[in-house]
């Protein structure tokens, strides 16, 4: 099992700056990526972004490619999201997804964190 903490949300101006941490504990062995996504009122839940934990190669969705930056610290277990030049659109709950390979399998287990309100308004 693994077990998400996010941190870091809050209230931010339009166009201020805001860092997201998860950090993942119990069997982080296995991880094969992590993820940020987020959930709009009234919404689906949708991708953020997403980081390959052995290359560190990421992945955002395109309203975010530029303004958001997505990072690994392997040693600690973490995933942040650095998110600069917010709007109001992108006021939402952020969650922290990982998911797990299983050697020798296709099987990809995923783990969801509670999630944080990241509220961006004038």
């Known amino acids: 099992q693994v077990q998400l903490v996010e941190s870091g949300g809050g209230w931010v101006q339009v166009g201020g700056s805001m860092r997201l941490s998860c950090t993942a504990s119990?069997?982080?062995?296995?991880?094969?990526?992590m993820a940020w996504f987020r959930q709009a009122p009234g919404k689906e839940r949708e991708f953020v972004a997403r980081i390959m934990w052995n290359t560190g190669n990421s992945y955002y969705e395109d309203s975010v490619e530029g303004r958001f930056t997505i990072s690994r610290d392997k040693a600690e277990s973490t995933v942040s999201l650095q998110m600069n030049s917010l709007q109001p659109e992108d006021t939402a709950v952020y969650y922290c997804?990982?998911?797990?390979?299983?050697?020798?399998?296709?099987?990809?287990?995923?783990?969801w964190g509670r999630g944080t309100q990241v509220t961006v308004s004038s």
């Open positions: 997804n990982l998911e797990a390979q299983i050697t020798g399998t296709s099987s990809r287990p995923s783990y």
């Open positions: 119990g069997q982080t062995s296995r991880t094969h990526n």
